[in-house]
């Protein structure tokens, strides 16, 4: 089983920049043999795609309304995969939450869920 540790968020003005980590953690959990994403979920929406990333990092996949701006990608070592925002907009404010799935473009997450962490883009 996997446990997943969010962290990274706060408030930042539009335009802005944040970068998300998410720690992975758990007895038998290979963290190199997966792909890893980010997803969202903003007020009164449901949770959605944001980003993947293969296991050896070689292969990203965006959602279309952060492609440019944001980047994921992962240390293998540390067991931590990366989320860089950059040119933030106020409808990126979400609680970003990663997890294990099951293809970048599968769109399947396949562990629990974490607490996530609180993005808000606002002036």
């Known amino acids: 089983q996997v446990q997943l540790e969010e962290s990274g968020g706060g408030l930042v003005q539009p335009g802005g920049s944040l970068r998300l980590s998410c720690v992975a953690s758990?007895?038998?959990?290979?963290?190199?043999?997966?792909?890893m994403t980010w997803y969202r979920q903003g007020p009164g929406k449901e949770r959605e795609f944001v980003a993947a990333?293969?296991?050896?990092?070689?292969?990203?996949n965006y959602a279309d309304s952060v492609k440019g701006r944001f980047t994921i990608s992962r240390d293998n070592v540390k067991k931590t995969v990366f989320l860089q925002m950059d040119s933030l907009k106020t409808e990126d404010t979400a609680v970003y939450y990663c997890?294990?799935?099951?293809?970048?473009?599968?769109?399947?997450?396949?562990?629990?869920w974490g607490q996530g962490t609180q993005v808000t883009v606002s002036s």
């Open positions: 758990g007895s038998g959990f290979i963290f190199s043999n997966y792909v």
């Open positions: 997890n294990v799935d099951r293809g970048i473009y599968s769109d399947s997450p396949m562990a629990s």
């Open positions: 990333i293969t296991s050896a990092g070689e292969v990203t």
